[in-house]
């Protein structure tokens, strides 16, 4: 469906979607006492988007997971607990949201008025059913000195390619403060017989179809407990949606469907639900979250506000295109989003400057094959953002990355097609959860590496996830790999390190 036949659908899809399949919202008795079919607490419970006082905690009622939830059509109050020991001794937090059936009757709390850099346990009540426990943490103050900090990145967990040992192992990582998923949290994929795990649920394509496939993806138990012993900050890729998807949610019901669905499985804040200005749902997901005077975070959106990339043909020479024309066409970001990117990273005060993107932002000449896919295709608007740390030089810029299967350490350019421009900062790419590269593509980026010297480093394995730590003086990267995606409970190593030094962009293997 186009845009176009979306926006002439008009209120009535909008609000068919919106109230869930048709549910008269005005008439819709709240349940107070709910009985279930079956344990509700399915999907187990998340948190995510800390700040010094609050964390959005998050679950989803859903006693027949695989098909449609298996709720009532009512709305259904649901308690929340927040506590400082994980046996709800000292119960310092609660209170009652409401799980709207037309949200799949998920529960996204905020605004709970917390101490900063605080362990809090939590957990839910309905009816008679109380969820499992998780634990989160909050941020430091704004600004307040801080000497350490600990966290992950993941991306791209193919539910039938394998198991998530890779995310059990995050969850066995205790002393991590906060979790980075980069996207490609779920696949669309139709079932495949020949996989290591096979799908029950159908490749979705409406949201009700998207919520069944995030169902799935969510009762692993790997996942789960990851969820569940810390908070994640979340933004998706084009799995989420489809294979290479780009544009906004409201484009197409399929879109718009998809990111609802997103949101309503993601611990996003409740200000992050999709809106329905014009009968589109519109979904704001670039943001930033900061850790005291050590580290910011900003989160891109890599997806929905994309340009076409340029014919190669027909555009010419990168070199000859003004790189800062307002007015190209073959955007990443969107202005708006790359003014904020800007304005942000330039008011920033945090001694590192971490930039979680979706697809890969380094530079790879590969002539006409191998080409990885990311901003390379957009090479303009990556120019604007190099040339911009190259311009206003911010506190240590430092790319986290998904997307692309394998784990690579590149420098970033001021400016590539000039080698000996400065390197104004670093990306790690970090291998997927479980989703392959295939063979096509790892002769390919091998093949091309001596083309390409700021590359560092690059390891076309699957099955894993990187580990940082960071103080003041220096960046620290471990890259993790599963021994084998076949086992749940595969162990997990370290097989690469890597460290930055404060004020030196570009990574020295450790
Ligand atoms: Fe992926
Ligand atoms: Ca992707």
């Given at each position: ?8 659908l ?18 819709n008795?709240?349940?107070?006492a ?22 959005v ?20 109050e ?12 000292n ?11 037309y ?28 969820s ?15 000497s ?6 993941a ?8 198991y ?8 066995e ?12 949290y779920i696949y ?6 020949s ?27 790997g996942?789960?407990?990851a ?6 900050e ?31 499985h993601?611990?996003l ?38 340009g ?18 307002p ?30 993107n ?20 957009h090479?303009?608007a ?5 040339r911009?740390l190259?311009?206003r ?10 997307d ?13 097609p000039?080698?000996?421009?400065d390197?104004?900062g670093t ?26 010297p ?19 003086e ?6 993790k ?8 409970e595969?162990?997990v ?10 004020g ?7």
């Amino acid at each position: 469906m186009s845009r176009r036949t979306f926006l002439a659908l008009g209120g009535t899809a909008a609000a068919g979607l919106a109230l869930g399949g048709g549910v008269a919202y005005s008439r819709n008795k709240v349940l107070t006492a709910p009985r279930f079919s079956d344990y509700p607490f399915t999907l187990g419970v998340a948190s995510g988007e800390p700040r010094p006082d609050k964390v959005v905690l998050w679950t989803r009622l859903a006693p027949d997971p695989l098909n449609g939830g298996g709720m009532p059509p009512n709305d259904v109050e649901v308690r929340w607990e927040m506590a400082t020991d994980e046996n709800f001794k000292n119960v310092v937090r609660s209170g009652t949201e409401i799980a709207a059936a037309y949200q799949a009757h998920s529960v996204h709390v905020a605004d709970q008025g917390l101490e900063p850099s605080t362990y809090y346990w939590y957990r839910f009540k309905a009816g008679d059913e109380i969820s499992p426990v998780g634990r989160t943490k909050t941020t430091p103050p704004y600004g307040a000195p801080l000497s350490s900090l600990k966290f992950a990145f993941a991306s791209c967990a193919d539910y039938q390619e394998g198991y998530f040992p890779a995310y059990r192992a995050i969850a066995e990582e205790e002393d991590l403060d906060i979790v980075f998923h980069l996207g490609d949290y779920i696949y669309e994929y139709a079932p495949d017989p020949s996989s290591t795990r096979v799908a029950k649920t159908p490749a979705p394509d409406d949201i009700w179809t998207y919520r069944d496939t995030y169902a799935e993806q969510k009762l692993d138990p790997g996942m789960q407990a990851a969820h569940a012993m810390h908070p994640w900050e979340v933004i998706p890729d084009d799995h989420e949606v489809y294979n290479n998807f780009e544009g906004e949610a409201g484009q197409s019901w399929r879109a718009g469907g998809a990111l609802l669905a997103y949101w309503e499985h993601m611990p996003l804040r409740p200000s992050a639900a999709p809106t329905w200005e014009g009968g589109v749902p519109n979904l704001h997901l670039y943001r930033d979250i900061e850790y005291g005077d050590l580290a910011r975070f900003v989160m891109l959106d890599t997806r929905q506000y994309r340009g076409e990339p340029p014919d190669p043909e027909a555009e010419g020479d990168t070199e000859e295109k003004d790189t800062f024309d307002p007015n190209v066409t073959n955007d990443m970001l969107g202005h708006e989003q790359e003014d904020w990117l800007y304005d942000t990273l330039d008011s920033s005060e945090t001694r590192w400057n971490v930039i979680g993107n979706q697809i890969g932002m380094f530079d790879y000449q590969s002539g006409s094959d191998g080409n990885i896919m990311g901003w390379d295709d957009h090479g303009y608007a990556r120019d604007r953002v190099t040339r911009f740390l190259d311009d206003r030089r911010p506190s240590n810029p430092v790319v986290i990355t998904g997307d692309l299967h394998c784990s690579w350490v590149s420098d970033l350019k001021a400016y590539y097609p000039d080698e000996d421009s400065d390197t104004v900062g670093t990306e790690f790419v970090g291998t997927s959860i479980t989703s392959g590269l295939g063979d096509w593509y790892e002769e390919a980026y091998r093949y091309h590496l001596g083309q390409n010297p700021h590359v560092r480093f690059f390891d076309e394995r699957n099955g894993g996830y990187v580990r940082c730590e960071v103080t003041p003086e220096e960046w620290r990267t471990e890259m993790k790999l599963a021994d084998s995606i076949a086992d749940p409970e595969s162990p997990v190593r370290t097989f690469a390190s890597f460290v930055v030094e404060d004020g030196k962009p570009g990574a020295e293997r450790a």
